[in-house]
């Protein structure tokens, strides 16, 4: 009889599963331009950004260590260039837009392009109306308003040019500026960070296709030298999340395509929708994660009522 026919040929074997999100989303080899990034959330936006490679112009006024604030330029630099980063340090204040110019000249000279901007420098005094000095409300419009729009107006001829371009600035979610509640206590404070926001929103529709324009915002209260100094001390520090959180959520942000724009982020929703379940490690003491400080201009979700990270885990 004839031969059995030969079996047939195994088959191929399943292709291998695609590299997760993070696997092949970096900022490496990207610049980035962080005004106030010699400390607190700026800096930390840095580190997290240096790990992936990435070139940072630290533009920031303290050059000279302050009696009550960490770090300068140049401590930041140096922990930043440790993370893996390239640095620049450059002394500007968001005020001076010559300063800015100067700045972003440095960077491309030393860096090739610019990619990106965190405006992130800001002034804070919590009074009200009657309260608030002249030379005080000057100072918050002049840094927050003002500075992030003349930042953002030097750096985008570089931005225009850059790869995967963002501007991100730090400013509360556009939906709450309607809200009588987050202006009545301190209307001058509100005015300027809200102004942030608006500059995002008119330039996310200007550059809508080229360059991505967005925010972002804490849910609580995060440990700086804001919130030790000016806010609640000591105490709402210990209730506060680190600036590691926001970081987190600046990287995923940066690293979404253009397309991804005029949205008013906050941080752990953001890192809800990259997966992320456990909010416990960024408590600064875990014995409060449960008793975090929920920060001006945003709401509770119902499921986060209670501020609990199980709760946030339980909902996902």
Excluded at 84 to 109: S, T
Excluded at 126 to 133: F, I, K, M
Excluded at 189 to 213: D, P
Excluded at 228 to 246: H, K, V, W, Y
């Amino acid at each position: 009889p004839p031969p059995p026919p030969p079996p047939p040929p195994p088959p191929p074997p399943p292709p291998p599963p695609p590299p997760s999100m993070a696997a092949v989303r970096s900022l490496q080899g990207r610049t980035l331009f962080i005004t106030g990034a010699s400390r607190g959330i700026g800096k930390a936006i840095a580190l997290r950004a240096a790990r992936d490679g990435a070139n940072i112009i630290i533009a920031s006024k303290t050059a000279e260590p302050h009696p009550r604030l960490p770090g300068t330029i140049y401590t930041a630099a140096a922990e930043i260039e440790a993370a893996g980063g390239k640095a620049l340090p450059v002394v500007v204040d968001v005020r001076d837009f010559e300063q800015i110019e100067k700045a972003a000249k440095l960077g491309i000279e030393k860096f090739g392009s610019i990619d990106i901007l965190v405006n992130n420098a800001s002034a804070i005094n919590l009074r009200g109306t009657l309260a608030t000095e002249v030379k005080r409300y000057d100072l918050m419009q002049d840094v927050n308003t003002r500075g992030t729009f003349m930042s953002s107006k030097a750096l985008l001829p570089f931005l225009l040019k850059g790869t995967n371009p963002h501007i991100l600035n730090l400013s509360p979610p556009l939906d709450e500026i309607t809200k009588p509640k987050w202006f009545k206590n301190h209307t001058a404070y509100s005015i300027a960070k809200f102004g942030m926001t608006l500059s995002a929103m008119g330039m996310a529709a200007e550059f809508n296709g080229k360059v991505a324009v967005n925010t972002l915002w804490p849910r609580s209260t995060i440990a700086t030298a804001a919130v030790g100094n000016l806010l609640g001390g000591d105490a709402m520090m210990q209730r506060s999340r680190t600036p590691e959180i926001m970081a987190d959520a600046a990287w995923s942000i940066l690293t979404r395509p253009t397309s991804f724009t005029a949205n008013y982020c906050v941080d752990d929703d953001i890192l809800i929708e990259e997966g992320v379940t456990d909010f416990d490690k960024y408590a600064v003491v875990a014995a409060n994660k449960d008793n975090l400080q929920v920060d001006f201009f945003v709401e509770l979700p119902k499921h986060m009522i209670g501020f609990s990270g199980n709760k946030q885990k339980s909902k996902l």
